[in-house]
């Protein structure tokens, strides 16, 4: 990989940004739909053909000790996709540097189609630096990385877009205009459903921004706290939970509007209805970080399955409550989620 990006030439357009899309078949054969999926077996024909466009942050997490955990709320969701054997197409920057190059050969190990990783020739791949202060972990999201600046001029060719049939994307990608921008023009130019991941990251967010983004969704997933505090609420209240969410869904004219509450559960507000889920039991915790993202992950894949909304939250609070056993937001097992494929029946 290493050389491969040395020889590589500048493609038309910003000096600063290098593409894969020639050469993808070449160095990464797992981009063909037709190639072994991670576990050695052929996508399944129905699975393999579900295109989730994902958008938003790739990056590592550095902790005091010197480790770093792979992650960014979009990049899990792409992650437990490919493991469901769908085909997402991750758009995201990464830095011109060996981050960056350890997040290709990551995906590309994984089955997970690069061609909308956009190289940045100046930014750094994306980089979260935690921090003890009284024995309390604190996290620094660093600024102006190289998924703050995924361009317009920089995407896939149309005829790869055109296949996508849902699009995913969170909101911390989306603190910088440009970013913001190329979003944007790909929901004018795909006009697929839109499913949106709220997480609020201080300081990178504001209410009217989020507001914004999440006005007219077909899909949003928050998680208590940040539905108050998004519609500028104490978060420690005694406010009954559904009246303000169902005021929030109509407010914002969101069409199904998912709403976590940890270990109380979840529940939905659609046209239809008001669904809920209580949490699976997990006897032996071992690992939070990520299982929110799992949850998006299920619900995703319930879309392509027009699953009834009920039966989404029950798989999504099952895989979420399996995360939180293992270490990592993101395992690199594929045995595990062809077992809750097989759990699940999951037909194509």
């Given at each position: ?17 290098l593409r894969f899309r020639e050469f993808a078949l ?271 992950a299920v619900l995703v894949l319930g879309i392509f ?44």
């Open positions: 990989m290493c050389n491969f990006l040395r020889n590589l030439s500048l493609s038309p357009g910003p000096t600063w940004l070449l160095t990464n054969p797992e981009m063909d739909p037709s190639h072994p999926s991670p576990n050695g077996r052929k996508t399944p024909e129905g699975r393999g053909r579900f295109r989730p466009l994902i958008f938003g942050e790739a990056l590592f997490d550095h902790f005091p000790d010197g480790s770093r955990v792979l992650g960014g709320a979009p990049f899990n969701v792409a992650w437990h996709l490919r493991g469901f054997k769908a085909n997402p197409l991750m758009v995201s920057a990464v830095g011109r540097d060996g981050e960056g190059r350890e997040i290709l050969d990551r995906m590309a190990s994984w089955g997970m189609d690069r061609s909308g990783i956009q190289i940045h020739q100046t930014r750094p791949t994306g980089r979260v630096t935690a921090h003890l202060e009284s024995d309390q972990p604190t996290y620094h999201i660093e600024s102006e990385q190289a998924y703050d600046a995924v361009g317009i001029e920089g995407l896939p060719p149309d005829s790869d877009l055109n296949r996508a049939a849902v699009l995913y994307h969170g909101s911390l990608g989306l603190r910088e205009a440009g970013a913001a921008e190329t979003l944007i023009h790909l929901k004018d130019r795909l006009k697929i459903p839109v499913f949106v991941d709220v997480n609020l990251r201080d300081p990178w967010w504001s209410p009217d921004e989020i507001q914004n983004h999440v006005r007219g969704a077909d899909w949003v997933k928050v998680n208590r706290d940040e539905a108050f505090r998004l519609l500028d609420l104490p978060v420690d209240n005694n406010f009954d939970l559904l009246e303000t969410v169902a005021r929030m869904r109509q407010d914002l004219e969101i069409r199904n509007l998912v709403v976590t509450s940890g270990e109380k559960g979840s529940l939905a507000v659609t046209e239809a209805g008001v669904i809920q889920q209580s949490a699976m039991a997990v006897s032996e915790t071992v690992d939070t970080v990520g299982a929110g993202d799992g949850f998006s399955g027009r699953w009834p909304i009920s039966l989404s939250l029950r798989r999504a609070s099952e895989f979420a409550g399996e995360l939180c056993r293992i270490r990592g937001a993101i395992p690199p097992d594929a045995d595990l989620y062809a077992r809750y494929l097989r759990r699940w029946d999951y037909a194509d």
